[in-house]
């Protein structure tokens, strides 16, 4: 069994600050995935990294694949209320199949 | 599109009754996942297919739990007889073919939450 670590599990800042979060693994991915997941609703996906080294920017957020494809962080600039959520990663195997972490429930207050 | 579309969105049942829930998955994605979440174990996959055809059952906690997929737009996932600790919030999700270094991310459903008293 493939498993993820993320830390922190809880992370509570002001708006305007900006925060990092981490997803670890001893294990080898072909792909990583980074979902949000808003009270009562599932897993919305933001993005999938691929190859080792990849860094790729969705607006406020940057995503880093690591150079072994056996981690990756998620940074967040100027955090905003709106960015509250439980944030997943999930690595895929060689056969696809996805493993999810236990996330990282962030909270930013206005 | 209107997504994955789970139903119901919630279900209160008593100990030992059978639960259906259903899942349509987006058009044209042919891989399906069932996934449980709770506090104590995140989220765990069931079982998924791919082509309508079961892949991995693996993750099927015991056999009160049993998964369909009679066509390309229709799951189902049964548990009988339910018990207090199937209470959880059961999550389907849809991708494109999932395949050896291309899993790209998978759509979720909004979710049924059950309780089972």
């Known amino acids: 069994t493939q498993l993820l670590e993320q830390s922190p599990q809880f992370l509570s800042i002001q708006e305007g600050e900006n925060l990092t979060v981490y997803c670890n693994s001893s294990s080898v991915f072909s792909s990583l995935q980074w979902y949000r997941q808003e009270p009562g609703e599932g897993p919305v996906l933001l993005v999938t990294v691929v190859t080792g080294g990849e860094v790729k920017k969705l607006k406020r957020l940057t995503f880093q694949f690591g150079d072994a494809r056996k981690d990756s962080s998620l940074h967040i600039t100027a955090a905003q209320p709106g960015d509250t959520g439980l944030y997943l990663c999930?690595?895929?195997?060689?056969?696809?199949?996805?493993?999810f972490g236990d996330g990282t429930t962030l909270t930013v207050k206005p | 599109d209107a997504g994955v579309i789970q139903s119901p969105r919630h279900e209160v049942t008593e100990m030992g009754q059978e639960v259906t829930l259903r899942c349509k998955p987006i058009?044209?994605?042919?891989?399906l996942f069932w996934y449980r979440q709770t506090m104590m174990r995140g989220l765990e996959l069931l079982i998924y297919f791919n082509n309508n055809v079961p892949i991995d059952d693996s993750g099927m906690p015991e056999d009160r739990f049993s998964a369909k997929m009679p066509n390309a737009s229709f799951s189902t996932l049964k548990i009988q007889p339910s018990e207090p600790r199937d209470s959880a919030v059961y999550f389907c999700?849809?991708?494109?073919?999932?395949?050896?270094?291309?899993?790209?991310?998978?759509?979720f459903g909004s979710g049924t939450r059950l309780t089972v008293v």
């Open positions: 999700a849809s991708s494109t073919e999932v395949r050896q270094s291309s899993n790209y991310g998978y759509t």
């Open positions: 058009s044209g994605h042919n891989s």
């Open positions: 999930a690595g895929a195997n060689n056969a696809g199949k996805s493993t």
